[in-house]
């Protein structure tokens, strides 16, 4: 049963426009949620959270949406570079207890 | 650096055969985990161990062992190793979720 979807696994933008990748989730008590950047052949990179008391939480070029009721989360990164383009994923945790359930990824492709 | 620093990066084993990959951390976080990625599926937890002393399964446990050493090291044991744990192995480190995780570089393991 995955808890946490990434139903697009490719995006591909042209640069200098935004990217939406998008999450869901079925468990209500998911409360913190995360975005990893993934480049091939390391390990993933922490990019930007958000606490379910939060609709929206921006780190520059990059923001993540909460909408609670739709059980749904979403990435915008404005402008696409480049240098964005990497395997994207969403992350979700319950409570005090700190790991981690992850989604299953969005290759994000930003074209020249 | 500091980060998470995982050994070996490759290897190939034989069915049958067994292993340990090796995880250590710099960081002082209190908690450890090992994920592996697979094509479709994201990252699955295997272990975690929420502080030196305690382990806990994952969502994907069968056909591993772990052992939280000391506060730095964490590693993960394929006993009998079979096709199906062909995968990438992925150490992560954390404090608390709010910091998300710090991920090691991988392993790439193959089984023949």
């Known amino acids: 049963d995955q808890q946490v979807k990434q139903n697009s696994p490719s995006l591909s933008v042209q640069e200098g426009r935004i990217s939406i990748l998008n999450c869901d989730y079925t468990?209500?008590?998911?409360?913190?949620f995360l975005w990893y950047k993934k480049y091939p052949a390391e390990g993933p990179t922490f990019l930007i959270s958000?606490?379910?008391?939060?609709d929206k939480n921006e780190d520059g070029r990059f923001t993540v949406f909460l909408n609670k009721s739709a059980k749904h989360l979403s990435l915008h990164i404005v402008p696409s570079q480049p240098g964005d383009s990497a395997v994207y994923f969403c992350a979700a945790s319950t409570g005090t207890a700190s790991k981690l359930t992850f989604g299953t990824g969005t290759r994000l492709q930003v074209t020249l | 650096n500091a980060g998470v620093t995982q050994t070996p990066k490759f290897q190939v084993l034989k069915t049958g055969q067994s292993m340990t990959l090796q995880c250590a951390q710099d960081m002082n976080h209190n908690s450890m985990y090992w994920y592996r990625q697979d094509p479709g599926m994201g990252l699955r937890l295997i272990y975690y161990?929420?502080?030196?002393?305690?382990?806990d399964k994952g969502e994907v446990p069968n056909g591993y062992n772990v052992s939280r050493l000391n506060k730095r090291e964490f590693s993960l044991r394929l006993e009998s190793a079979a096709p199906s744990q062909t995968s990438v192995y992925f150490c992560a480190s954390s404090e608390d979720r709010v910091y998300g995780y710090t991920f090691g570089s991988g392993t790439r393991l193959t089984v023949v």
């Open positions: 958000i606490s379910s008391i939060k």
């Open positions: 468990n209500s008590m998911f409360d913190y």
């Open positions: 161990s929420a502080s030196e002393g305690t382990t």
